[in-house]
């Protein structure tokens, strides 16, 4: 019979007491709903960072005796205030939430099974749905190096009526840091999210792509479902075009961290030049100031690479290889746009022979 083990549940929060009132009962119901079918303990860790809305009074009134709250004196970015609630967390299993997130009732339990059947496993991420519509927000990860940059965001499904078994394993390049399980142990050994990243996006990517080469694995589970509200909070407090040179500066450094194939590192070297000269052609600054704002922290990357290319035992090219293959199989479909999407849930419904696709280039 498997055991379940204890889950902590930790939810970073910045600005989000209307966020909170939405979306918390769920994850309420979820953590009692798992404590009740399968004897296990849950704590549920909310992280606010700082925030300068009611949040704070909002969970201490409503949600004291059931949470466990952690107050930041001053904003932080995610990935110190979410470091704060792994080094806060008591159990073996973390299971970490946007506050923008509806969780499925019966969601915790096979993301932590993954865990008692495989002792290399680091992460197992949900499927989440997109509030608002009938598209994913997001599934299994592809991962596929090309043109100088890891391509990670590539979504996949599968048709269950073909999968060679119930328990075959689903790779996933990314769990996502909106909602996802991890081992607390592995997530403290590694260090958390790179902080260096502050105060947003491609945290997730980069501490799985860590995961990885340290030969741990990271898989997705359909049968965990949650419902995300895109973008709720970043997106409605920063001005989308620093949110892009933030986002993009953190993929470089991601690369300029943890990418160790000499062939690979040139040409990633080589694409960044050709993108700046061709946003001088297009009269951008964008990406110009993208590239300032990485080179300026990178003294503190190559610190962090060479403790990475120590911990290394998987290759880059390892691990493409592990996504190339699963994109192959006749169970799984890739998603890349809308169009696929509905092309899926059309076949999904098909007791026909559906057809794996080919990552696109």
Same mark, same amino acid.
Request: hydrophobic share 40%; glycine share 4%; net charge positive.
């Given at each position: 019979?498997?055991?379940?083990?204890?889950?902590?549940?930790?939810?970073?929060?910045?600005?989000?007491?209307?966020?909170?009132?939405?979306?918390?009962?769920?994850?309420?119901?979820?953590?009692?709903?798992?404590?009740? *079918?399968?004897?296990?303990?849950?704590?549920?860790? =909310?992280? %606010?960072?700082?925030?300068? /809305?009611?949040?704070?009074?909002?969970?201490?009134?409503?949600?004291?005796?059931?949470?466990?709250?952690?107050?930041?004196?001053?904003?932080?970015?995610?990935?110190?205030?979410?470091?704060?609630?792994?080094?806060?967390?008591?159990?073996?299993?973390?299971?970490?939430?946007?506050?923008?997130?509806?969780?499925?009732?019966?969601?915790?339990?096979?993301?932590? *099974?993954?865990?008692?059947? %495989?002792?290399?496993?680091? !992460?197992?991420?949900?499927?989440?749905?997109?509030?608002?519509? %009938?598209?994913?927000?997001?599934?299994?990860?592809?991962?596929?190096?090309?043109?100088?940059?890891? #391509?990670?965001?590539?979504?996949?499904?599968?048709?269950?009526?073909?999968?060679?078994?119930?328990?075959?394993?689903?790779?996933?390049? =990314?769990?996502?840091?909106?909602?996802?399980?991890?081992?607390?142990?592995?997530?403290?050994?590694?260090?958390?999210?790179?902080?260096?990243?502050?105060?947003?996006?491609?945290?997730?990517?980069?501490?799985?792509?860590?995961?990885?080469?340290?030969?741990?694995?990271?898989?997705?589970?359909?049968?965990?479902?949650?419902?995300?509200?895109?973008?709720?909070?970043?997106?409605?407090?920063?001005?989308?075009?620093?949110?892009?040179? =933030?986002?993009?500066?953190?993929?470089?450094?991601?690369?300029?961290?943890?990418?160790?194939?000499?062939?690979?590192?040139?040409? #990633?070297?080589?694409?960044?030049?050709?993108?700046?000269?061709?946003?001088?052609?297009?009269? %951008?600054?964008?990406?110009?100031?993208?590239?300032?704002?990485?080179?300026?922290?990178?003294?503190?990357?190559?610190?962090?690479?060479?403790?990475?290319?120590?911990?290394?035992?998987?290759? /880059?090219?390892?691990?493409?290889?592990?996504?190339?293959?699963? !994109?192959?199989?006749?169970?799984?479909?890739?998603?890349?746009?809308?169009?696929?999407?509905?092309?899926?849930?059309?076949?999904? *419904?098909?007791?026909?022979?559906?057809?794996?696709?080919?990552?696109?280039?």
């Amino acid at each position: 019979m498997t055991c379940f083990q204890n889950v902590s549940i930790v939810i970073p929060n910045w600005n989000g007491e209307k966020l909170l009132i939405e979306f918390l009962p769920s994850v309420l119901q979820a953590a009692n709903y798992y404590q009740e *079918k399968y004897n296990a303990l849950v704590e549920i860790i =909310i992280v %606010d960072d700082g925030s300068q /809305d009611n949040s704070v009074n909002y969970l201490e009134t409503n949600y004291k005796a059931q949470i466990k709250l952690i107050v930041l004196g001053k904003n932080q970015g995610f990935a110190k205030a979410t470091n704060q609630g792994f080094l806060a967390a008591k159990y073996p299993i973390i299971f970490l939430l946007n506050n923008d997130i509806r969780v499925e009732i019966d969601a915790i339990a096979p993301l932590v *099974k993954h865990f008692n059947d %495989d002792l290399s496993v680091f !992460a197992v991420c949900s499927k989440a749905y997109r509030l608002e519509s %009938d598209l994913f927000d997001g599934a299994g990860k592809l991962g596929n190096f090309h043109k100088g940059h890891w #391509h990670i965001f590539i979504n996949y499904d599968v048709f269950s009526l073909k999968l060679p078994n119930p328990d075959t394993k689903l790779y996933s390049f =990314i769990a996502s840091g909106g909602y996802s399980a991890f081992d607390r142990v592995k997530l403290l050994e590694i260090g958390g999210f790179c902080e260096l990243l502050s105060p947003f996006y491609w945290e997730d990517a980069e501490l799985c792509y860590r995961a990885w080469k340290r030969g741990w694995k990271i898989y997705y589970e359909p049968k965990s479902v949650v419902y995300h509200r895109s973008s709720a909070t970043i997106g409605k407090k920063v001005p989308s075009r620093q949110v892009q040179i =933030i986002a993009e500066r953190n993929r470089l450094l991601m690369h300029w961290i943890n990418l160790h194939n000499p062939t690979w590192l040139i040409s #990633h070297i080589l694409w960044i030049i050709l993108k700046l000269l061709q946003a001088v052609i297009r009269l %951008d600054i964008a990406y110009w100031q993208t590239v300032y704002n990485a080179l300026r922290l990178l003294p503190q990357a190559l610190v962090l690479r060479k403790k990475e290319k120590l911990a290394q035992v998987v290759s /880059d090219k390892e691990i493409t290889e592990i996504f190339s293959k699963q !994109a192959k199989e006749n169970w799984v479909m890739v998603i890349n746009d809308p169009s696929d999407y509905y092309r899926y849930v059309k076949l999904s *419904k098909d007791k026909g022979k559906p057809t794996g696709l080919p990552i696109q280039r």
